[in-house]
């Protein structure tokens, strides 16, 4: 299947500072990008679908001037986190796809932890 | 949106026997139904996929079941090994091409 990178895998950061995990299609152009958010032992909850060139779209509840998203190209969208908080530490993880029908591969995850 | 709804939420079988997971969806639109193995602290697997207008799908070890009527689909493990030890995780797609998951079933393979 196709390769999607996503970097860091884990990053450990300060209470109010900020964080920005990238997502990568590393051999397909992905018009879509989606990011999830998964706590401990639960399922993957859709946080936000972002098509290249345009405003992502944010699912409910999900604060948009928090969890800020670009996706400048087709091949790379970014998840910043602004003033993240200990409840924000959680495993983040994009998908990506190339057209309307097709598989979404995801990447290997980011593993943050807020102090 | 869509539902989806995944039972159990653990499952332990002996190595060898049999493992399903049945899941409900809601939305009658929804079209694709892909299932994920996931390890611990790592990305989702697609494992087995199956699109709405198939009953039943198999690969090897793993095949799937879907039941447009009833809206529900299953997965189903033969021969169970240790290695199928992990959460899988079923998922639906509807017309907004979105995924949602199912909670998960851990699934334990015991030696």
């Known amino acids: 299947g196709a390769v999607v990178s996503q970097h860091p895998s884990w990053v450990i950061c300060k209470s109010g500072t900020s964080v920005k995990i990238e997502c990568r299609s590393l051999d397909f152009q992905a018009t879509t990008m989606f990011w999830y958010r998964q706590f401990p032992k639960q399922s993957l909850m859709l946080m936000a679908t972002s098509n290249e060139g345009s405003k992502a779209t944010y699912e409910q509840g999900v604060e948009k001037d928090k969890f800020l998203i670009n996706h400048a190209s087709l091949t790379l969208s970014t998840l910043t986190v602004t003033s993240a908080h200990p409840e924000d530490s959680s495993f983040y993880i994009c998908s990506a796809r190339a057209g309307l029908n097709t598989e979404a591969f995801f990447g290997q995850g980011t593993r943050l932890t807020v102090v | ?111």
Do not use: M
């Open chain 2, 1 to 111: 949106g869509e539902n989806v709804e995944q039972h159990p939420s653990t499952l332990s079988v002996q190595e060898g026997d049999s493992a399903v997971i049945k899941c409900t969806y809601s939305d009658s639109a929804s079209n694709y139904f892909p299932w994920y193995k996931q390890e611990l602290g790592k990305r989702p697997q697609l494992i087995i996929d199956i699109r709405s207008n198939v009953g039943e799908k198999k690969d090897q070890r793993i095949a799937v079941t879907l039941n447009k009527t009833a809206k529900h689909f299953s997965l189903h493990i033969t021969e169970t090994q240790p290695e199928d030890s992990a959460v899988y995780f079923c998922a639906a797609r509807s017309n907004d091409y979105k995924l949602s998951f199912g909670a998960g079933t851990t699934v334990t393979v015991r030696a």
